[in-house]
C-alpha cells in the first residue's frame, strides 16, 4: 500500500487570524499563506493511501487528487493575471487543475468534465508540484514591493484571493473526505472533536420573538479584509418582528421528522427536493449511518458502496438481528416491508459519521442537510414554519460594532472568540455549548452554516472582480440557495461577519438550519431571481416557490449575462446573424479572412469569443481547420448547436407591419463539423493556444479586461487577435496585457447607426 506524505510543510490544524490589509506585514502574509497551504495539506493526511486520492466520495465531484492540487493552481493562474508572476510552474497541470464541476442536476453525468477513466498524475509528483509553488509564492512575498492598504485593484490582491481560496476548499475537501468509506481513512494527529455528551442537555428548541428593525447588509469597499466581490454593495431591509428557534434544529428534533417517514411523504417536499430524494432513495441525513444498506452517493468504482451496514449499528430488535430493522419484509433500501406500517424508521438506530470515524449519536449536535431536507422538515412542522431570509439571520445576530471601528468589529478577527469556528474543534458541538448572541439566538456564526431561503444575488452596487469575475456571477441564477453563518471548519473570509456563500439545493456542505415562525403571514420578504436562465441540456427550469407564509420579492440577476437567455434577445439574435448576406458578422468574418490572409496567419485553429448563434463561426470555420466558438449565453449556443446539426432555427422579421417567418441556416454546411462550441464564463488553460482570436462580445461582458488579460498567453508564434466593438472599444481604450497594436479600422454594416471599431493586435515579442 502507497501512501506519499503529502505534506510541503508543517502538520497543522490551527488556523491564524485573517490578515488586515491596512498594516500587514510581509512576515505575516508569509505566515498566513504558509498557515493556509499546511492546513489544506493536513486534511489530506487522513487519507490512507495513495490510491484513495482517485477515488469518487461525490458521484458530482472530481476524485480528491483534482482538489488537493486545485488550490496550487489558482495561486498560479490568479498570479498570471495580477503579474506578480510571468512564467507558469506546470501549464500541464496548469489546465488540468484549474476547473472543477458545478452540476445542474444531481442526476447530472458522473464527473462529466474529464470522466472516470481520466488518467490523473501520481500522487507524489502532484505533491512535488504543490512544493514549487509554495516556493515559489514564498519567493513572490519576498521580493515584491509592498504599497499598503491592499486593496481590490492591488496585484496584493489576487495573492490574498489565492490564500481564501484554499481556505474554502478546506472545508468543501472536508465535505469529501467526510464522505469516503469510513476504512479508508484516519484520524490525523491533533484532530480533535468536540464532547459530544458533556455539559448541559440543551432541552427544548424554544421559539425567541424579535423585534421589527432595520438591517444593513454589505461590506465597505475600503474595508481592510479580503472580501469576495459578493460581499460588497449595499442592501438595507425593513425586517418585522418574527420568531425563530434559538438553536439550530438539532439531530433529536430531525429524527422524529425520520421516524415519522417524513422521506417518504411527498406533501413535505418541493417538486424539486421530491425528484432528488427520489433519485437518492435516502432516508435520513447524508452523515447519519443505519443498518439498512442505504445508497451512499458515492462514484467511481464506490457507486455501489453503502455507509450503512449492519456492522455499524449493531442491535437487536424483538429478539431478532436488526440489519433490516427486524422486519422480514423489507424493500430495497431495507426499509419496511407492505403492511408493517411502512415509511418511517420507527425502530432503527442510528449513528454518526464525523470526519474520520463513526461514532455514537450526538443527538444535541445540529443536523446537517441539505436545502430541500430543511424545507421538507419545515413542511412537517407546519405551514407556519418556514427557512429564515437572509436580513432575519442578520436580525438574529444582534447588534454588531460598526465598520468604522475596523477589523475588530468582525468576529473573526476577534480574541478568544466563543464560538465553534475556526478549527476550534473538528466537528460541530453541542447547540447549546456556547452562549447566545445579543438577540439571544445560539450558533449564529460557527458550527454549521445554516440554510436560508433567499436565492444567491449581488447586493445592489455589485461590480464583479476582475482577478475572478466568474466566481460569483454564474450562481446569480435562482438555482443556489445561499448559506450564512460559518461552521466549524470555516476559516479566514468564509468566518467573517461579511461573509455570504451559496450552493445548489441539492448539495453537501457542513450545513443545517433552523426554522422561523413569521409574526404576520405574508409579510417578512425573502428575495428570489427572477431573471430566466437557459441551461444547455435542460432549457428554462422553474425555481420552487417559497410556501405562502413570506412576502416574496422577485429581483433581477445581478449578472447582466442572463438577460439574454430569453426568446425575445435570441430572434433578435438571428436576425442580427442570419437577416441577409451583409449581416455584421458576415462583413466581419470576411474582413478577418482578408487580414490573416494578407499576414500569412496558419489556418490551424481560431478562437472565436462571443459567437452567439455561431454565423460567423460557420463562416471561419472556411478558412480555419478547427474553431472554438465561445459564448455566455446558453440560448445562443443551442440554436447555434442546432443549425450545425443541419437543422434550422425559425426566427421572425417585420416587413410592411406583417411579421415573415425566415429560417436561420447555412446552406453549404460542408466545414460546419469543424467548430466546437461552448459556453464559458472565463477562458481556461485548457483551452490551448491559437493562430487567430476573435473577441466579438467585448460589448457584452462584465469585466472586458477578465478577458483581455488572457488573450497573449493563448496565441501560438505569429498569432493575431482582432477586437471588434460597436459600444466604443477602441485603441485609445483598450490594453489587452501583453499585445501591442498593429492595426486598426472601422466597419460599416447593414442595421446599425455608427461603424464599428476594429482594432488588430499581436504579441509583444513577435513584432519586429
Not at 460559518?486 to 453537501?508: P, V
Request: proline share 5%; charged share 25%.
Amino acid at each position: 500500500m502507497q501512501r506519499t506524505n503529502v505534506l510541503t510543510g508543517k502538520l497543522t490544524f490551527t488556523s491564524l487570524t485573517p490578515l488586515d490589509l491596512a498594516t500587514c506585514t510581509k512576515s505575516e502574509i508569509c505566515a498566513y499563506f504558509e498557515n493556509s497551504y499546511n492546513l489544506n495539506e493536513s486534511i489530506f493526511t487522513a487519507i490512507k493511501d495513495d490510491a484513495s486520492f482517485y477515488k469518487y466520495p461525490d458521484k458530482l465531484r472530481l476524485p480528491l487528487l483534482f482538489y488537493y492540487a486545485h488550490p496550487a493552481c489558482v495561486y498560479i493562474n490568479k498570479l498570471m493575471i495580477s503579474g506578480l508572476i510571468q512564467e507558469r510552474v506546470n501549464l500541464e497541470y496548469e489546465a488540468m487543475f484549474e476547473t472543477g464541476v458545478d452540476e445542474m442536476t444531481w442526476d447530472d453525468t458522473e464527473a462529466s468534465r474529464l470522466g472516470e477513466k481520466f488518467a490523473w498524475p501520481p500522487v507524489a509528483e502532484v505533491t512535488e508540484y504543490r512544493r514549487k509553488v509554495r516556493n515559489l509564492i514564498l519567493k513572490v512575498i519576498n521580493d515584491t514591493p509592498l504599497h499598503l492598504p491592499v486593496t481590490l485593484d492591488s496585484p496584493w490582491w489576487a495573492l490574498m484571493m489565492g490564500m481564501e481560496h484554499e481556505r474554502i476548499h478546506l472545508e468543501t475537501s472536508s465535505v469529501l473526505i467526510r464522505q469516503l468509506p469510513v476504512d479508508l481513512v484516519q484520524k490525523p494527529e491533533g484532530w480533535k472533536y468536540a464532547p459530544s455528551e458533556s455539559g448541559i442537555p440543551c432541552g427544548d428548541n424554544k421559539l425567541i420573538e424579535t423585534d421589527e428593525t432595520v438591517v444593513k447588509i454589505g461590506k465597505p469597499y475600503n474595508f481592510p479584509s479580503y472580501g469576495w466581490d459578493n460581499e460588497y454593495g449595499k442592501l438595507e431591509m425593513r425586517v418585522p418582528r418574527f420568531k425563530a428557534t434559538k438553536y439550530p434544529i438539532t439531530n433529536q428534533e430531525f429524527r422524529e421528522f425520520v421516524r415519522e417517514g417524513g422521506y417518504f411523504e411527498k406533501s413535505y417536499w418541493t417538486d424539486e427536493g421530491w425528484k432528488w430524494v427520489q433519485h437518492r432513495q435516502c432516508s435520513h441525513p447524508t452523515f447519519w449511518v443505519c443498518d439498512q444498506g442505504c445508497k451512499s452517493g458515492c462514484g467511481g468504482d464506490l457507486s455501489n458502496f453503502s455507509h450503512c451496514k449492519p456492522s455499524e449499528v449493531e442491535h437487536l430488535t424483538n429478539g431478532q438481528n436488526a440489519y433490516c430493522n427486524g422486519h422480514s419484509s423489507t424493500d430495497g433500501n431495507g426499509h419496511q416491508g407492505e403492511g408493517e406500517g411502512g415509511g418511517g424508521l420507527t425502530k432503527t438506530h442510528f449513528r454518526y459519521r464525523a470526519m474520520f470515524d463513526v461514532i455514537n449519536m450526538p443527538w444535541d449536535w445540529p443536523v446537517e442537510v441539505n436545502y430541500h431536507e430543511a424545507k421538507a422538515f419545515s413542511r412537517w412542522m407546519g405551514s407556519e414554519y418556514r427557512l429564515p431570509t437572509e436580513a432575519e439571520h442578520h436580525v438574529m445576530r444582534g447588534e454588531q460594532l460598526h465598520t468604522s471601528t475596523g477589523t475588530v468589529c468582525d468576529i473573526i478577527f476577534q480574541d478568544k472568540v466563543k464560538q465553534n469556528i475556526n478549527m476550534q474543534y473538528g466537528s460541530s458541538s453541542n447547540v447549546n455549548a456556547y452562549g447566545p448572541s445579543k438577540a439571544g439566538f445560539y450558533d449564529m456564526f460557527g458550527n454549521v452554516w445554516e440554510w436560508v431561503e433567499d436565492h444567491f444575488n449581488g447586493l445592489p452596487g455589485y461590480k464583479p472582480a476582475f482577478y475572478y469575475e466568474d466566481f460569483s456571477t454564474p450562481t446569480f441564477d435562482g438555482r443556489h440557495n445561499m448559506i450564512l453563518g460559518g461552521s466549524w471548519i470555516s476559516t479566514g473570509d468564509e468566518a467573517s461577519r461579511f461573509a455570504r456563500y451559496a450552493f445548489r439545493r441539492h448539495f453537501f456542505q457542513h450545513c443545517g438550519f433552523r426554522l422561523v415562525k413569521a409574526a404576520k403571514m405574508e409579510e417578512t420578504p425573502v428575495r428570489l431571481v427572477n431573471t430566466e436562465v437557459f441551461i444547455l441540456g435542460l432549457g428554462v427550469e422553474g425555481n420552487p416557490d417559497v410556501d405562502k407564509n413570506a412576502q416574496v420579492i422577485k429581483v433581477p440577476s445581478t449578472n447582466r449575462h442572463y438577460y439574454l437567455e430569453t426568446l425575445q434577445e435570441l430572434q433578435h439574435m438571428l436576425q442580427f446573424e442570419y437577416s441577409s448576406e451583409k449581416t455584421y458578422p458576415v462583413q466581419l468574418m470576411q474582413l478577418a479572412m482578408d487580414i490573416c490572409q494578407q499576414n500569412d496567419i496558419n489556418t490551424a485553429r481560431a478562437l472565436h469569443i462571443g459567437c452567439a448563434t455561431g454565423r460567423g463561426s460557420f463562416i471561419l470555420a472556411k478558412m480555419f481547420n478547427e474553431v472554438l466558438a465561445v459564448d455566455l449565453c446558453g440560448r445562443y449556443l443551442d440554436a447555434a448547436m442546432t443549425i450545425q446539426q443541419r437543422r434550422s432555427v425559425p426566427f421572425y422579421e417585420k416587413s410592411n407591419s406583417k411579421k415573415i417567418q425566415r429560417e436561420a441556416s447555412v446552406i453549404n454546411c460542408d466545414d460546419n463539423d469543424k467548430v466546437t462550441f461552448k459556453q464559458l464564463t472565463w477562458l481556461p488553460n485548457e483551452v490551448g493556444f491559437f493562430d487567430f482570436i476573435l473577441f466579438q462580445s467585448i460589448d457584452r461582458v462584465m469585466v472586458p479586461q477578465a478577458w483581455l488579460c488572457r488573450f497573449w498567453e493563448l496565441l501560438c508564434p505569429g498569432a493575431l487577435v482582432m477586437i471588434a466593438s460597436g459600444d466604443g472599444w477602441d485603441h485609445n481604450n483598450l490594453k489587452p496585457k501583453g499585445l501591442s497594436l498593429v492595426g486598426q479600422m472601422t466597419l460599416s454594416y447593414d442595421g446599425m447607426d455608427k461603424p464599428a471599431d476594429v482594432t488588430i493586435w499581436a504579441k509583444q515579442d513577435t513584432i519586429q
